[in-house]
């Protein structure tokens, strides 16, 4: 595709459910970035992936959150038994290189009810 | 830990003023410090970037200083416009990896 794609845009789900989140990065894109944006504040930085592994996983928020890569190519997070605090846009971006600029999906706007 | 810190949160000018941002970062490892311009409802777009073995760039209405020593680097903005409205954040890429941390982000508004 020509950017990096994020589905769904939008998810509703009840405390306590289990959800996924896809990202689809651009074809060629070694690594793959998962940040985190509560309304109205910047960006945290969840996870990083290098090719299909996950060099640096310190910024998940809790053992309910993971994330993988498969392939080289499409990532999942998954958030389980989720909580209100989970909610947040969540950003995914991949890029060529290490100086090279990241580029970011639209997001998955996530709502705990 | 790696931090990055950016000053101010929100930013008000003029149109046709300067706007300026500031950023420091913590890890003496960071060799790269681009910036992103995020508009409502969508993701975070490069705007200009900077290597740790530059001092200074610029395009256009826009230039980023870096001073290693202190470890801090700056956007600058000249000759704003109303279009230049939206959060602006600071980021530091580190050495060891691929990883990059962000700052809190500034809200810039440009008045008409």
């Known amino acids: 595709g020509a950017g990096v794609s994020q589905s769904p845009s939008n998810k509703v789900t009840e405390k306590g459910k289990d959800v996924e989140l896809r990202c689809d990065p651009i074809s060629g894109h070694t690594a793959l970035y998962w940040y985190r944006q509560s309304l109205g504040q910047g960006l945290e930085f969840l996870i990083y992936?290098?090719?299909?592994?996950?060099?640096?996983k310190s910024g998940l928020p809790s053992d309910r959150f993971s994330a993988e890569r498969t392939g080289g190519s499409v990532s999942t997070l998954t958030i389980q038994r989720t909580q209100q605090e989970d909610s947040a846009v969540y950003l995914c971006a991949s890029r060529e290189g290490q100086y090279t600029e990241a580029f970011f999906g639209q997001g998955t706007r996530l709502t705990v009810v | 830990g790696e931090n990055v810190e950016q000053h101010p949160s929100t930013l008000s000018v003029q149109e046709g003023d300067s706007a300026v941002i500031k950023c420091t970062y913590s890890d003496s490892a960071s060799n790269y410090f681009p910036w992103y311009k995020q508009e409502l409802g969508k993701g975070p777009q490069l705007i200009i970037d900077i290597r740790s073995n530059v001092g200074e760039k610029k395009d256009q209405r826009i230039a980023v200083t870096l001073n290693k020593t202190a470890k801090h680097f700056s956007l600058h903005i000249t000759e704003t416009q109303p279009e230049d409205s939206a959060v602006y954040f600071c980021?530091?890429?580190?050495?060891?990896?691929?990883?990059?941390?962000f700052g809190a982000g500034t809200r810039l508004f440009v008045k008409a």
């Open positions: 992936f290098q090719g299909n592994s996950a060099p640096d």
């Open positions: 980021a530091a890429s580190y050495t060891g990896g691929f990883k990059t941390i």
